[in-house]
């Protein structure tokens, strides 16, 4: 058994509904309405069809995010989420080179990276190669200047967390700004890179070993093992192709406002809203959400 959830937040119909069931009963004579999770934003559609079938047919509804799942489990014990352009709009790296003079640099090897056209680890040597010199005082300043959540990101992990769930912020980015990230927006788990510093200077270095895609991937399962959870009981969201790994691996794996690379292998596709209809994708009324 499979649930589709619609999510059109303020504009959810009758009409949107019964597009989608006529799509699904393409493939499932039995397809039907299941519930309102909150109505007008978000319905749960109820059908018994391949999972790939049902998305590949409910994809051709513009405007709308769906998300195809099991029926169980609901709720995830586990999120995991990448940082840059995921949980915040930006990339730090690309502002932190701002400071330096060398944004536009930066961020043509950045885009490359996360289309997977580099490879990973390479660029980011090569990126933070290029900071050498630029003052620690920079990163705070970025930070509090440039560097911010976005929408939706608290109440998704406020109201995971308060629901029981751990959620863990796993970056190909840097501790000296994940840490303060993850406070921010409510995460209980941290991993990213650490920048080398020689003074109160950065020296152009990253320690090893790099956070790159199959440590994420490793940081999850270890993340699963440590809580005793099942596959089913995690999901994961990113936006570039070093996230494909983690997100294969999750339950649920969730490609947000994502690259072509990524959105090939994810099982839904949220573009159209926030962090935080990734609770409605988990059956989470309104009126539970913890705001962030």
């Avoid at 290029?130 to 990163?139: F, K, T, Y």
Wanted: with cysteine; net charge negative; hydrophobic share 50%.
């Amino acid at each position: 058994m499979g649930i589709a959830t619609l999510i059109a937040a303020g504009r959810l119909d009758d009409r949107l509904i019964d597009r989608a069931l006529g799509l699904l009963r393409e493939f499932d004579a039995d397809a039907q309405f299941a519930q309102w999770i909150d109505e007008g934003d978000a319905a749960d559609l109820r059908f018994t069809a391949d999972l790939a079938a049902a998305r590949w047919a409910l994809s051709a509804i513009d405007g709308v995010d769906v998300v195809v799942q099991p029926d169980e489990p609901r709720f995830r014990r586990l999120l995991v989420a990448d940082m840059d352009s995921t949980i915040i709009g930006q990339e730090c790296i690309d502002e932190l080179a701002d400071f330096a003079g060398l944004k536009r640099e930066v961020a043509e090897i950045t885009e490359r990276a996360m289309q997977g056209k580099v490879d990973f680890k390479a660029a980011l040597r090569e990126r933070v190669a290029l900071l050498s010199g630029l003052d620690e005082d920079a990163i705070a300043r970025c930070l509090a200047e440039r560097v911010v959540p976005n929408p939706g990101a608290g109440t998704l992990v406020r109201t995971m967390r308060a629901g029981g769930a751990s959620a863990l912020l796993v970056s190909g980015g840097f501790l000296s700004f994940a840490e303060p990230i993850a406070r921010l927006v409510g995460f209980d788990r941290v991993k990213a890179n650490m920048l080398v510093f020689d003074g109160r200077q950065l020296a152009g270095r990253v320690a090893d070993p790099i956070i790159d895609g199959a440590a994420k991937q490793a940081a999850l399962l270890a993340t699963r093992e440590e809580l005793g959870l099942a596959a089913g009981d995690v999901i994961a969201v990113g936006d570039g192709a070093n996230d494909r790994l983690m997100i294969a691996e999750a339950g649920l794996g969730i490609a947000f406002r994502a690259k072509p690379a990524l959105i090939e292998i994810a099982d839904a596709r949220l573009d159209h809203h926030g962090l935080d209809a990734l609770l409605w994708a988990q059956g989470i009324r309104k009126r539970e959400w913890v705001q962030g």
